[in-house]
């Protein structure tokens, strides 16, 4: 089965700072990776898809990158609201898969 | 504007059964895609299942196959997961969200499934 690990696990950073994220497929090889973001109590909202388009509406502070088993999302000055967790996610074989999932708190 | 509500959630006992709906508005739903994803308290989301924008095709994961079945009305814009044998797992907020190629762009609030004796 296809496993998604996402790299921390969690982290706490201040505001202005760099972030990056990294998701490694164990197996397979794809663009088709996705990134999200969920605030507790809330739904799953898509930051980036096709491991690197920016979903419309989306600030510019997010972005992503990576091919074949390696992708990576970087936020490039942190913000309070971006206090969340992120997901990335492939699809295969017609279903989502999901990493574990990697908590950013602000400093 | 583009929407997504489920209903249905509630509180059942094991082996018992229970069917969500999730009803669009705002765009042309006969031409997307579905999903059911669902999370349990604490861990990340899981997908359940999928149906095509004309339902001729239908997708599930390992641990809900045999015992749950997606549909859809396109004349009432909702999609439907029937949920039969619930097992205490299956516990979680269930989410109906729209398909695109890779990924799922429109989500709806979720609808709690509490499985307990």
């Known amino acids: 089965a296809i496993q998604l690990t996402q790299s921390p696990s969690s982290l706490s950073a201040s505001v202005g700072d760099r972030v990056t994220i990294t998701c490694r497929a164990r197996?397979?090889?794809?663009?088709?990776l996705a990134w999200y973001q969920q605030k507790p109590g809330k739904a799953p909202k898509v930051l980036i898809y096709?491991?690197?388009t920016l979903q419309s509406g989306v600030p510019s502070r997010f972005s992503a990158g990576g091919s074949g088993t390696d992708f990576s999302l970087t936020i490039s000055s942190l913000q309070p609201e971006d206090s969340a967790t992120y997901y990335c996610?492939?699809?295969?074989?017609?279903?989502?898969?999901f990493g574990g999932g990697t908590r950013v708190e602000i400093k | 504007q583009e929407q997504l509500v489920e209903s249905g959630g509630g509180v059942v006992q094991p082996g018992r059964s229970l069917r969500l709906s999730c009803t669009a508005s705002?765009?042309?739903?006969?031409?997307?895609?579905m999903h059911w994803v669902r999370q349990a308290p604490g861990k990340g989301p899981e997908w359940v299942a999928l149906?095509?924008?004309?339902?001729?095709?239908?997708y599930y994961a390992d641990s809900v196959r045999g015992r749950f079945t997606i549909s859809r009305d396109n004349y009432r814009n909702t999609v439907y997961l029937q949920m039969d044998s619930l097992r205490d797992e299956d516990t979680a907020v269930y989410y109906c969200?729209?398909?695109?190629?890779?990924?799922?762009?429109?989500w709806g609030q979720g609808t709690q499934v509490t499985v307990s004796s």
């Open positions: 969200a729209r398909r695109q190629r890779s990924h799922a762009d429109l």
């Open positions: 705002g765009f042309n739903f006969r031409t997307y895609g």
């Open positions: 149906i095509w924008y004309d339902a001729s095709d239908k």
């Open positions: 197996q397979g090889f794809t663009t088709a």
């Open positions: 096709g491991a690197s």
């Open positions: 996610q492939q699809f295969i074989n017609f279903s989502l898969t």
